[in-house]
T-cell receptor
Framework: DVKVTQSSRYLVKRTGEKVFLECVQDMDHENMFWYRQDPGLGLRLIYFSYDVKMKEKGDIPEGYSVSREKKERFSLILESASTNQTSMYLC??????????????FGQGTRLTVV | AQSVTQLGSHVSVSEGALVLLRCNYSSSVPPYLFWYVQYPNQGLQLLLKYTTGATLVKGINGFEAEFKKSETSFHLTKPSAHMSDAAEYFCAVSGEGGYNKLIFGAGTRLAVHP
């Protein structure tokens, strides 16, 4: 089974802190994604990566950055956490296919609270 | 750009009743369509997907969905609801812009009562 592991299930951070959310996948997938989930808004794409050291902005990248130094690991960074970044964060991965028709596999999520 | 609209943020059914969760999409290219389920405090699990071929797609846990191009719809159904079906359901579309990016709807929370 594909496994996508997020390092923390719950995090509480203070406003202004630099926050790292880590994600590791074990299926050698090329694509990795970070989504943010908020009630009534569904999942919104923050950033994605299609290869090591490659990244692309999603729909809501402001206030976030990412790092992908190794194929299996994709990190989401909140440079200076703010209360409006309190949310559930979901990491996902998928293989690269020419048809672009494969599903994404999700981690368990990290519920981040910024106080 | 692709988009997904899920009609009804909350749906409530009786155990044993038909489940119908609605999803409409917008896409400038032939879409790939997915339904995911999320149980409390968990990640998303794939229920089923439509890529090409047969328009009626069967998934896990007795769910199925039908792709109707003329109606730009991909509604999810289950003939008989079970208490364990209570969860949040997300419809998603991909195929535009590359990289297997999934665009999600806002979700529908399904409640099943005895």
């Amino acid at each position: 089974d594909v496994k996508v592991t997020q390092s923390s299930r719950y995090l509480v951070k203070r406003t202004g802190e630099k926050v790292f959310l880590e994600c590791v996948q074990d299926m050698d997938h090329e694509n990795m994604f970070w989504y943010r989930q908020d009630p009534g808004l569904g999942l919104r794409l923050i950033y994605f990566s299609y290869d090591v050291k490659m990244k692309e902005k999603g729909d809501i990248p402001e206030g976030y950055s990412v790092s992908r130094e190794k194929k299996e690991r994709f990190s989401l960074i909140l440079e200076s956490a703010s209360t409006n970044q309190t949310s559930m964060y979901l990491c996902a991965s998928s293989p690269r296919t020419e048809a672009m028709n494969t599903e994404a596999f999700f981690g368990q999520g990290t519920r981040l609270t910024v106080v | 750009a692709q988009s997904v609209t899920q009609l009804g943020s909350h749906v409530s059914v009786s155990e044993g009743a038909l489940v119908l969760l609605r999803c409409n999409y917008s896409s400038s290219v032939p879409p790939y369509l997915f339904w995911y389920v999320q149980y409390p405090n968990q990640g998303l699990q794939l229920l089923l997907k439509y890529t090409t071929g047969a328009t009626l797609v069967k998934g896990i846990n007795g769910f199925e969905a039908e792709f109707k191009k003329s109606e730009t719809s991909f509604h999810l159904t289950k003939p008989s609801a079970h208490m364990s079906d209570a969860a949040e359901y997300f419809c998603a579309v991909s195929g535009e812009g590359g990289y297997n990016k999934l665009i999600f709807g806002a979700g529908t929370r399904l409640a099943v009562h005895p």
